[in-house]
């Protein structure tokens, strides 16, 4: 019987077994068909993704916050100038929202912001805003224009672009602003080569015995002003760790410099890891680029420059360096001082054609003053192909690293135009203000 019993049994199991395989069978195939289902419409979007979760947000904050940390030198109190009555009126149009939102609503993701630092040269920025008009691509962008100072004609220039959203900021502390004080002339201060002893003025001189012309300082002050505004105190942009595209009012932007742009900073992490910054043009501002089947990484140029919140967290922590160094030109002053801080080459990745062009033959301050005002207006300086209408790089082509940089170094000593000690503590100022709860004024 027990045999009988055993046989029994073990025949019931393998009718069992017999009828499960099938099913498990059918089991499998219908985990996977609805696993495939699912994968298609989450890439579909007809099915959202599983939230993160609250480990995965926590450290997406932590790296948020880490990125806006910085490293206060505890022995500097930042000092801003008092404001006058302009300045005020102008620190408050800082903080009007970007026009023409109601026209262009909603910026696409991976969409570029573009700052664009203007001077004054009209003639120069008309130019420069009908090429903006003309690129592809525009639509989606936000245009901050950041103003070295108060000139109404720039101001009225800006005001009548419609193509995309546009947002004015002006910088409150440039010496256009302050004809009776510093940052602009002081009654007291000390002039060229004036020895402060026999003048019993006031100033520091530069390393060549000169001392500070309020018209060559706004140039670095404006654009340290504008880089520590943009990151770090702008609504529109102070939470917004992507790349942001930095372009001038004497550079002629290619109709495809912006899908350009966008294809170099996507092509960024695998094409160039260690590349800092993407490029519309080359370093050396009178070369149209190589025409190579290849991308180029070279040191950062000063045209059409893009870079991410990393890459500005390690300026910013360079402030010293930038702010110390006896320079006048902001571009130089990097090259020479805060680049080589950074212990490897600074590389930067463009295209083998330009998208972006210098023009023009008036200096950056010729302008400001009536009685010598330059009236080139660039009219025919750049002159462009048919393949500089459409993007034209292509994401499987080589890298060609160009490993010999070109132009200042460092140990280069700089030019000079910033000995004075007051124009170094407020450029350090600068780097502080969105940091500290109340600077005080001096």
Not at 56 to 81: E, G, V, W, Y
Not at 97 to 123: T, W
Not at 156 to 184: M, N, R, W
Not at 382 to 390: F, G, H, P
Request: with cysteine; net charge positive; proline share 7%.
């Amino acid at each position: 019987m027990a045999t009988s019993s055993s046989s029994s049994h073990q025949h019931q199991r393998a009718r069992l077994r017999s009828r499960a395989a099938p099913l498990f069978a059918v089991v499998v195939l219908a985990v996977l068909a609805l696993t495939a289902f699912l994968r298609a419409s989450i890439r579909e979007g007809g099915i959202s993704p599983p939230a993160a979760s609250a480990a995965d947000r926590a450290a997406a904050r932590n790296h948020t916050i880490a990125q806006r940390k910085i490293l206060l030198d505890p022995s500097f109190t930042p000092r801003l100038p008092r404001q006058t009555a302009l300045s005020l009126s102008l620190a408050q149009r800082n903080a009007l929202p970007p026009r023409n939102a109601a026209r262009f609503p909603s910026l696409p993701e991976g969409h570029l912001k573009i700052v664009l630092y203007v001077h004054n040269r009209p003639r120069y920025l008309r130019l420069v805003v009908d090429s903006l008009s003309r690129v592809d691509g525009i639509d989606e962008a936000l245009l901050i224009v950041s103003h070295d100072g108060y000139f109404p004609e720039m101001d009225e220039i800006v005001k009548g672009i419609t193509f995309c959203q546009v947002k004015q900021i002006f910088a409150p502390y440039s010496p256009h602003l302050f004809p009776d004080s510093f940052p602009g002339v002081t009654a007291g201060d000390c002039r060229d080569k004036d020895k402060a002893a026999e003048k019993r003025c006031q100033g520091n001189p530069d390393q060549y015995g000169n001392h500070r012309a309020p018209r060559i300082v706004s140039l670095k002050h404006h654009w340290w002003w504008m880089m520590n505004t943009v990151w770090d105190g702008l609504g529109e942009t102070r939470d917004f760790d992507d790349h942001i595209l930095f372009i001038e009012e004497d550079h002629y932007i290619f109709p495809n410099a912006y899908r350009n742009a966008q294809l170099l900073v996507d092509l960024k992490p695998e094409k160039c890891p260690q590349c800092y910054a993407v490029n519309l043009a080359p370093s050396d501002v009178k070369a149209k680029g190589e025409g190579w089947e290849s991308m180029i990484a070279e040191k950062m140029g000063n045209i059409g420059y893009a870079f991410n919140r990393t890459v500005w967290r390690k300026i910013h922590a360079k402030a010293k360096q930038f702010c110390s160094f006896d320079e006048y030109n902001w571009d130089i002053t990097m090259w020479a001082t805060v680049y080589p801080s950074f212990g490897a080459p600074v590389y930067s990745l463009r295209g083998p054609r330009r998208s972006a062009a210098h023009f023009g033959k008036c200096g950056l301050h010729q302008g400001h003053d009536p009685g010598n005002v330059c009236v080139d207006n660039g009219v025919g300086a750049v002159e462009l192909d048919a393949i500089d209408k459409v993007a034209n790089i292509k994401p499987d082509w080589p890298v060609h690293i160009i490993r010999k940089q070109q132009g200042y170094q460092a140990g280069f000593k700089g030019w000079g135009g910033w000995g004075d000690r007051r124009d170094q503590e407020l450029c350090l100022s600068f780097a502080y203000m969105y940091h500290v709860k109340d600077p005080l004024s001096a």
